[in-house]
């Protein structure tokens, strides 16, 4: 797909007959997939179905991982994100991403901890400017604003989660990839961070996986379900407009698992 074509579509994000590999096992088969500007897409299914495999795709963290390998392409505005003059850290700045627990950094104050990420070359000045812009976006400044020079595992375990959200916004990414960002948390820390996510979609296009089927309901605006074969390798079975997933899906796979007969 070319960046035009891209562009005509509103589609940032995009896989093209993408697969992933461990050594010889392959995890993720043959997903393709636009992910449309400045909205939340949902990735649902079971556990073992390669929603975390291909997220980790997205950025090329996945390839961090021992023998581990992409095969097809990842479009970024239409262009290949794994081409062979990319620089993988430029990509991991344009797409952030928020993993399952909270991360921040224990020897890092909270201020420390959101710029990890942010731009070099930064005087004291700017620097404090894109953490409060960062922790603002993020719903945190308000409550950390008197204790930057803090730890930051004196937070709450939400709190923990939307400074890291911060840290990865403090890059000015053009997408936020998260992993179950909220399967660690309790309810209140929950709805918190999903009126965050709704927020953050305003100015990032958003790829989220959930096993919370009211969660993808509630907060997506695209729904994509993916399902291991036989072999264990995770496919994509559908993806449409989350309402309608819900209410009128067009494989019986997917109804299956929207209503708890397998999963």
């Known amino acids: 797909m070319s960046a035009a074509v891209a562009a005509e579509r509103d589609e940032l994000l995009a896989t093209d007959e993408l697969s992933a590999y461990y050594g010889d096992r392959k995890a993720v088969g043959d997903v393709s997939i636009a992910f449309t500007r400045k909205a939340v897409t949902a990735l649902i299914g079971p556990s073992g179905c390669g929603k975390t495999t291909f997220l980790r795709c997205l950025n090329r963290i996945h390839e961090v991982g021992f023998d581990a390998r ?7 505005d239409g262009q290949d994100i794994y081409a062979g003059a990319v620089d993988p850290m430029a990509i991991r700045r344009r797409i952030g991403m928020v993993f399952q627990r909270p991360n921040p950094f224990p020897t890092l104050s909270i201020l420390d901890n959101t710029l ?10 700017q620097r404090f400017d894109c953490a409060e812009r960062a922790l603002r976006a993020a719903a945190l400044w308000d409550e950390v604003k008197d204790k930057l020079r803090s730890s930051p595992l004196r937070l709450s375990g939400g709190q923990q989660q939307r400074l890291c959200i911060a840290r990865a916004v403090a890059a000015e990414p053009e997408v936020l990839l998260m992993d179950e ?12 961070i999903e009126e965050l996510m709704a927020r953050l979609a305003d100015e990032f296009t958003i790829v989220a996986v959930t096993h919370n089927m009211q969660q993808a309901a509630r907060v997506s605006d695209v729904t994509a379900f993916m399902l291991a074969d036989e072999a264990g390798v995770g496919r994509l079975v559908e993806v449409d ?13 997917t109804e299956d698992y929207i209503t708890g007969r397998f999963g």
Do not use: M, Q, W, Y
Not at 116 to 125: D, I
Not at 181 to 192: F, N
């Open 116 to 125: 990890v990420c942010a731009a070099r070359g930064l005087n004291r000045r």
């Open 70 to 76: 992409v095969e097809g392409r990842v479009l970024l």
């Open 181 to 192: 960002p909220t399967a660690s948390l309790d309810p209140i820390a929950t709805a918190v």
């Open 241 to 253: 407009d989350t309402a309608r997933l819900f209410t009128k899906p067009g494989d019986h796979r």
